[in-house]
């Protein structure tokens, strides 16, 4: 419940009248099958590490919340560490059996806490052979985890109405409402997406690759109100966090240029792709690392973009579906080489 008590009744006060956030190190959370042996029962002896002075990157990795995206019922040891969540919301493991949506945090010894709603959680895309790309887009699926703390509230009325009032703010619902239907609404979402707060519940959005984003610490400090009215990053630390996204640098496309990929660049140019994206606007770039395409986020790979077919449930974007099962095949290639 503390992670969202100001979904409950908190009040905006000015972002520069609250006090700064503190910042602790931070443990990974593993899947209960890849977490090291008595990982739980070692983390309770480590010794409370307070952070004075963050990096760039510890800032980004630093959960805004302590205890979940929604309301749940506490629990010991922490719900992240049950098989049977990781089986729910199919999070994307990295090379160690990590998540990178989550970490734990004591904050005094003994007391194992869960992070959550850091830059990590949305910005890190983790590749299929599980190594993190920070600032990406990322593919954790942050609507399923949502889902799966609403619906473990569904008996305890308490817990059901700060949830609800979560809900109410999120997508601007007045009145009452089925909360059992918009969290099986919310954990059919695709990673990669996010119903964001003053949105419709039916209308995700995209999440951003932010690698080399320019985002002025103002606009940070807003950003952050959304996820938490009651602590704030101080002017120093959102500048450290400004500068550390800046100097992002996206890893190189693992896709090399071919015989394949030579033909595919001149069926681009062929077929006049660059009135629309040129290098200017980049919209192209590093397609190979993304996961959500188009305007309305249900598309998954560029080969089901250019399968006419998906007019069905995805209209516009006519372009390339003339060509030839081959052409289609090496511009696809090209297209991962940028």
Same mark, same amino acid.
Not at 50 to 58: D, F, S, W, Y
Not at 75 to 104: C, M, Q
Not at 280 to 289: F, I, M, P, Q, V
């Given at each position: 419940?503390?992670?969202?008590?100001?979904?409950?009744?908190?009040?905006?006060?000015?972002?520069?009248?609250?006090?700064?956030?503190?910042?602790?190190?931070?443990?990974?959370?593993?899947?209960?099958?890849?977490?090291?042996?008595?990982?739980?029962?070692?983390?309770?002896?480590?010794? $409370?590490?307070?952070?004075?002075?963050?990096?760039?990157?510890?800032?980004?990795?630093?959960?805004?919340?302590?205890?979940?995206?929604?309301?749940?019922?506490?629990?010991?040891?922490?719900?992240?560490?049950?098989?049977?969540?990781?089986?729910?919301?199919?999070?994307?493991?990295?090379?160690?059996?990590?998540?990178?949506?989550?970490?734990?945090?004591?904050?005094?010894?003994?007391?194992?806490?869960?992070?959550?709603?850091?830059?990590?959680?949305?910005?890190?895309?983790?590749?299929?052979?599980?190594? %993190?790309?920070?600032?990406?887009?990322?593919?954790?699926?942050?609507?399923?985890?949502?889902?799966?703390?609403?619906?473990?509230?569904?008996?305890?009325?308490?817990?059901?109405?700060?949830?609800?009032?979560?809900?109410?703010?999120?997508?601007?619902?007045?009145?009452?409402?089925?909360?059992?239907?918009?969290?099986?609404?919310? /954990?059919?979402?695709?990673?990669?997406?996010?119903?964001?707060?003053? /949105?419709?519940?039916?209308?995700?959005?995209?999440? $951003?690759?932010?690698?080399?984003?320019?985002?002025?610490?103002?606009?940070?400090?807003?950003?952050?109100?959304?996820?938490?009215? %009651?602590?704030?990053?101080?002017? *120093?630390?959102?500048?450290?966090?400004?500068?550390?996204?800046?100097?992002?640098?996206?890893?190189?496309?693992?896709?090399?240029?071919?015989?394949?990929?030579?033909?595919?660049?001149?069926?681009?140019?062929? *077929?006049?792709?660059?009135?629309?994206?040129?290098?200017?606007?980049?919209?192209?770039?590093?397609?190979?690392?993304?996961?959500?395409?188009?305007? /309305?986020?249900?598309?998954?790979?560029?080969?089901?973009?250019?399968?006419?077919?998906?007019?069905?449930?995805?209209?516009?974007?006519?372009?390339?579906?003339?060509?030839?099962?081959? *052409?289609?095949?090496?511009?696809?290639?090209?297209?991962?080489?940028?």
């Amino acid at each position: 419940m503390i992670a969202f008590l100001f979904f409950a009744a908190a009040l905006f006060a000015p972002a520069q009248e609250l006090p700064v956030r503190q910042i602790w190190k931070s443990y990974p959370v593993y899947h209960p099958d890849k977490a090291p042996p008595d990982y739980i029962e070692w983390l309770r002896t480590q010794a $409370p590490e307070q952070i004075a002075n963050p990096t760039g990157e510890e800032l980004y990795d630093a959960p805004i919340l302590l205890g979940s995206l929604g309301a749940r019922p506490p629990s010991d040891p922490p719900f992240l560490h049950d098989k049977a969540w990781f089986d729910k919301v199919n999070p994307p493991l990295t090379r160690e059996g990590a998540i990178t949506g989550y970490v734990y945090i004591l904050r005094a010894k003994g007391k194992i806490e869960v992070g959550t709603a850091s830059c990590a959680m949305c910005h890190n895309r983790v590749m299929p052979n599980g190594t %993190v790309i920070k600032g990406g887009q990322g593919n954790f699926p942050v609507d399923a985890a949502l889902a799966e703390d609403l619906l473990t509230t569904t008996g305890n009325p308490a817990l059901r109405e700060v949830n609800k009032a979560l809900i109410r703010r999120l997508f601007q619902i007045n009145g009452d409402f089925n909360l059992i239907n918009d969290a099986k609404l919310l /954990s059919g979402r695709l990673p990669g997406l996010m119903t964001p707060p003053r /949105s419709a519940i039916d209308s995700p959005s995209q999440i $951003p690759d932010i690698i080399g984003a320019i985002i002025q610490p103002a606009a940070l400090a807003k950003k952050q109100l959304d996820y938490d009215t %009651v602590t704030r990053y101080s002017d *120093e630390q959102l500048e450290t966090l400004s500068k550390y996204v800046a100097a992002l640098k996206a890893p190189p496309s693992p896709y090399k240029t071919d015989k394949l990929t030579r033909q595919g660049g001149k069926i681009f140019e062929r *077929e006049a792709c660059a009135k629309c994206h040129t290098t200017a606007n980049d919209k192209l770039t590093g397609l190979w690392r993304k996961g959500v395409l188009g305007h /309305s986020g249900t598309i998954t790979t560029l080969e089901e973009w250019l399968d006419p077919s998906r007019l069905q449930y995805s209209k516009g974007h006519e372009y390339g579906f003339q060509l030839s099962g081959a *052409e289609r095949f090496a511009l696809i290639a090209f297209l991962r080489t940028l």
